[in-house]
């Protein structure tokens, strides 16, 4: 039995930002459908794709939305599978054929997430030693190690299963925007499975951020995912970890600290923003100090009209206290 021809069964989204080389290299490595989904690249990026891969749908985006660029794509896609890629990433040749047909004979199989080789040298990912070692094992009906979680450029999805789940949205954006996906996939009875044989490769691209920002990002993915989907143990426990971090830590939570690093890019060469003064609307007069005045002196008890007693005289000298009303 011939394998399922990868053009009708499987579609490839990329999402790119300012990648125009890397874009334009890799696109012709994919096999099937393709759609490239820009989230607002300033590099012309857009216009160098239809040039170069007329072939290729391009959906650019108004502004950057990050991982949700993925579930647009998987939106517009008309195949049953949908393959993720980045800019910098492909599948090796016959990968989607296979990961199709491990699709069709495992129903309740929602995700599959193939090994990762790196680099021109293609350098195992140590990730993949982690997926396979898995501590779920391989469930009945399962292809391989059950997981939890996965990478976006090593994942294959069943169209269906992505967008009952609502895909990616825009709280956790971009990176580690995968564990809620994942979670989500398993609450609804979906299986996510490691399958090795298929493979994909990944050339990081030189134009990245900081190490330091993306573990940062990764940081903060990992809290929100916690408040959205975990119990509060859960919650606790990453945001110790998160405050253990340190600066990055800190930086995720609650914003950058005073003397971070400021950001790479053109962000960088604008500086930021003045705080805003507030003051009130009608300035209000200085305090006028006046000298301190004596207080007026009290003035003696009068005699009331029920006291039948004639007043005191000199002579007698004054009536007793208790003769007087106050």
């Known amino acids: 039995m011939d394998a399922p ?11 790119t930002r300012n990648r125009r080389e890397e874009l334009v290299e890799h696109l012709g490595r ?27 749908q391009v959906v650019p985006l108004p502004r950057n939305v990050g991982a949700v660029a993925r579930t647009v794509g998987v939106r517009l896609a008309r195949t049953p599978y949908v393959a993720f890629a980045d800019d910098d990433s492909w599948w090796a040749p016959g990968a989607l054929a296979r990961a199709s047909a491990v699709f069709d004979a495992h129903p309740r199989l929602g995700l599959l997430a193939g090994s990762i080789a790196v680099g021109p040298e293609e350098r195992p990912d140590p990730l993949n030693a982690v997926l396979a070692a898995s501590p779920l094992g391989i ?34 954006r971009f990176p580690g925007e995968e564990e809620r996906v994942a ?22 691209s030189p134009h990245r951020e900081t190490s330091d920002r993306r573990r940062t990002e990764l940081v903060r ?8 989907r975990r119990p509060w143990r859960a919650v606790g426990r990453e945001l110790r970890d998160a405050l253990r971090a340190g600066r990055r830590g800190a930086a995720a939570c609650w914003g950058p600290c005073p003397g971070s690093r400021p950001p790479c890019g053109p962000a960088a060469a604008s500086p930021p923003p003045p705080r805003p003064r507030w003051r009130c609307c009608t300035p209000r007069p200085p305090p006028t100090r006046t000298a301190p005045t004596r207080p007026p002196p009290i003035p003696p008890p009068r005699r009331t009209a029920r006291d039948p007693r004639p007043p005191p005289t000199p002579a007698t000298g004054p009536a007793p206290t208790s003769a007087w009303r106050w």
Request: with cysteine.
């Open 139 to 172: 469930p009945p009906g399962c292809p391989g190690p059950a997981l939890l979680g996965f990478v976006g450029c090593g994942a294959i999805v069943r169209r269906s299963a992505f967008l009952e789940v609502g895909g990616f949205d825009d709280v956790v």
């Open 183 to 204: 979670l989500d996939l398993f609450d609804a009875g979906w299986r996510l499975a490691y399958v090795p044989e298929i493979r994909a490769h990944h050339h990081p």
């Open 30 to 56: 994919h096999e099937g459908p393709v759609i490239v989904v820009d989230n607002a690249s300033t590099d012309g990026s857009v216009e160098a794709v239809r040039a170069a891969h007329p072939h290729v």
């Open 5 to 15: 021809d990868p053009q009708h069964r499987v579609t490839v989204v990329v999402a």
């Open 221 to 228: 993915s990992r809290v929100l995912t916690a408040l959205m």
